[in-house]
């Protein structure tokens, strides 16, 4: 309490406006002899001053004035049996240091008799500054974490200390969530590159390529967020790490084009790649989305119309306009080499044909038979007809005599 105290003179720092509410000190003020609040019948029950007169001769006070400790505290036996009676006594015009409506749930005590109980938990209550913006809301949460733990350290770990207030729960997020959506991101686009590297043909280019339009992607989004007036928060990152996954459809597809590409100039393959699946692109990818990103601007819901269609727009715009106009241009410098086609694939690693092997490729003569597979009469080849097999021979011999 004395340390929250000393934060309080400093509001500016630390944002605590008000002294703390401490229910040890209202209840030493309400146990004390000279008050007329803790009284007790001569069964040892609590008289309550809401309940009995303070001049009813059946309740006398529960200490005298030589009980009390060099703190004016109760000795320890009677500590906790009239802590417990403190927070059941309601505040009265004879008594207005009574717990319960105070202090009726800031103290918790362990289970048994109250010779043996202990205060298990408690809080002290204070306020903050006037708080304006959500800096102002971030600041003042940053500031009491950073005394809870110092208070942590000085009870030497005995108790530990933690903050609470209704806005923490929502502006909890905001400490974190500069870094972990770094982390995320990071890990989206790691994925990214080993997934496009597999499956693009094992090219550390056309992975390069299509990470590095994705990344700026997102950093145009980003930028589209601060112009737009779009916080970021919890669902903001949620749809910037869902972005990562959608451009990939914007670049994936231009990039296995140009590296299928046949054309000897990376300007000549740029150019039939975007040709090939431009409009692939624009009309399957970019025009579908929008299409169904229209219906969330008539919502009149300002979560659906900031978070969803701000954002799904930028996604589609600036996917679009990478992936059919700068990724283009950038392949043209950093593009991956022309994959090799299919049949050269399939003959990799084989041996040229032998010349043996070539002249048994070269057309012949086709020998027909009948169906009784009896030699043919004559001999057919793809020029026409000659003399029968039987008479070759002759007809040689023939030309050789005539001088043929």
Known sequence: VQELTRYAQVKQYSTIASLPNSWLDDYLSWVNPQSQCCRVFNNGS???????????SNCTKCLNPGDLNTCFSPPRDKFMHLLDYFLKDNPNVHCAKGGHAAYGTAVKLSSGPASNQTVEASYFMTYHTVLSDDDDYIR??????EIAQNLTLSLNGSSTVFPYSVFYVFYEQYL?????????????AAAIFVVTFVLLGFSIMSAFTVT?????????????????????NAISVVNLVMATGISVEFCAHIVRSFALSRKKDDI??????LSEMGSSVLSGITLTKCLGIIVLAFSKSQLFEVFYFRMYLGIVVFGASHGLIFLPVLLTYIGPSAMPSPEA??????????????????????????????????ATTLYGQIAPPNELPKE????????Q
């Not at 589209?224 to 779009?230: E, K, N, R, V, Y």
């Not at 000549?268 to 790649?273: H, L, N, T, V």
């Open 268 to 273: 000549e393959r740029a150019k039939e790649s």
């Open 212 to 232: 590095l339009t994705v990344v700026m992607i997102v950093v145009d989004i980003m930028g589209m967020m601060w112009a737009w007036g779009i916080s970021f």
């Open 176 to 188: 974190t969530v500069a870094s972990q959506s770094a982390v995320n991101l990071g890990i989206c």
């Open 345 to 378: 694939v399939f003959n990799k690693g084989k041996s040229p044909p032998s010349r043996r092997a070539r002249r048994q490729q070269q057309p012949g003569p086709l020998i027909t038979r009948s169906p009784d597979h009896s030699p043919p009469p004559t």
């Open 396 to 403: 040689r011999a023939r030309r050789v005599q005539s001088g």
């Open 46 to 56: 609590f008289c309550s001053t809401d309940r009995y007169p303070v001049d009813d």
């Open 140 to 145: 003042a949460l940053k500031r009491a974490e």
